[in-house]
């Protein structure tokens, strides 16, 4: 739980000064949620319960509740990032 909230304050301090809430966050989650599965990809099962991958799920969770406009709109960016630029995920 410790970890969670190490997670989440890391996580809004930037947004917050910038007062970019929630769309930074969500994309700045949903980047962690996908470098952490790819650094997992090469087993045949990605355990959820992996604090990283729980921690991500998680956060999106709660924030879907509240801002699933913006949640959406972040899911649009990756997959267009993934498809159209996949080596800009590696700048990432």
């Given at each position: 739980m410790a970890n969670m909230r190490l997670c989440v304050r890391i996580l809004l301090q930037p947004a917050c000064r910038r007062s970019c809430f929630p769309q930074a966050i969500i994309s700045r989650v949903l980047m962690c949620g996908l470098q952490d599965f790819h650094a997992h990809s090469h087993s045949?099962?990605?355990?959820?319960?992996?604090?990283?991958?729980a921690s991500v799920i998680g956060i999106l969770s709660?924030?879907?509740?509240?801002?699933?406009?913006?949640?959406?709109?972040?899911?649009?960016?990756l997959v267009e990032v993934c498809i159209v630029k996949p080596d800009d995920l590696k700048a990432r």
């Open positions: 045949t099962n990605v355990d959820p319960n992996l604090p990283k991958m709660h924030l879907a509740v509240q801002h699933s406009d913006c949640l959406e709109q972040a899911m649009w960016s």
